[in-house]
C-alpha cells in the first residue's frame, strides 16, 4: 500500500527520500483503507521507515490490532536527488536526463532493493500475509519488474494485492483497490493460504 497524502503530494511536488509528513486527508486515508484491508487476514505490518509510510503503518495496524513489527530501509521512497521539492517547470526540466533526473537513483535500482526487501521477508516470514506500507514509485517499478507488466501509477492508501509463490512467481490479484484476474473467488483469505501474500 502507497502511504496516505502529505501536503506535497497535494502541491504536486517531486517528494522522493524526503521525509515529509500525512497531511489530514492522509490520515483520513490511512483509516479509510482499513475496510479494505480487513476483509482478509493478515499476520503484521511492514513500512518504509519515511515517516508518511509509517504513520500510515501505524494507523492501520492500530484499527486491525497487529503489529508493526519492522520497518525496511529497502522500501523507502526512489531517490530523486537535487530534483526533490521541486514542481514541474524549466528548474525541474533542466535536471532530467534519459531514464529521470541528474543524480537521482534509477529506476532499475529501485526495483531491484524493492524486489529484494519481498524475497527477504519471504525468506524471514514463510507464509505470511503481510500488510506492507511504502510508496508510490517503489511500488510501481517493482511490480513492474516482478510481474512484467505495466501497471501504471499508484494511487494513495489504496489495495494493491500479491501473492507469491515459489513455483508460481509474483501473481497480482488487486490493483489501485480494482480486482486484476476475473476468478472464482480470488481474493478469498483461505485460498491464500500457504501462499506468500502482500498488500503494497
Not at 479494505?36 to 486491525?64: G, K
Request: charged fraction near 20%.
Amino acid at each position: 500500500m502507497r502511504h496516505g497524502q502529505t501536503d506535497w503530494n497535494a502541491a504536486r511536488r517531486l517528494q522522493g527520500s524526503t521525509d515529509i509528513p500525512l497531511n489530514d486527508i492522509g490520515r483520513n486515508q490511512a483509516g479509510q483503507a482499513v475496510p479494505a484491508l480487513s476483509q482478509f487476514d493478515w499476520d503484521f505490518v511492514v513500512s518504509s521507515p519515511l515517516i508518511r509510510a509509517a504513520e500510515t503503518a501505524d494507523v492501520i495496524a492500530a484499527d486491525l490490532n497487529l503489529d508493526v513489527i519492522r520497518r525496511i530501509p529497502g522500501l523507502v521512497e526512489r531517490d530523486y536527488g537535487l530534483a526533490e521539492g521541486m514542481l514541474e517547470g524549466a528548474e525541474l526540466d533542466s535536471l532530467r536526463i534519459p531514464g529521470g533526473y541528474y543524480g537521482a537513483e534509477s529506476e532499475p535500482e529501485v526495483a531491484a532493493r524493492g524486489l529484494d526487501a519481498l524475497h527477504a521477508l519471504s525468506r524471514d516470514y514463510p507464509g505470511a500475509r503481510i500488510i506492507v506500507v511504502t510508496h508510490g514509485t517503489l511500488i510501481r517499478v517493482t511490480l513492474t519488474e516482478a510481474l512484467d507488466l505495466d501497471v501504471g501509477s499508484i494511487d494513495n492508501a489504496t489495495l494493491n494485492l500479491v501473492r507469491h509463490h515459489r513455483n508460481t512467481g509474483f501473481v497480482l490479484h488487486v490493483l489501485n483497490g480494482t480486482p486484476h484476474h476475473a476468478k472464482p473467488s480470488p481474493l478469498h483469505s483461505d485460498n491464500l493460504k500457504g501462499h506468500k501474500s502482500w498488500q503494497l
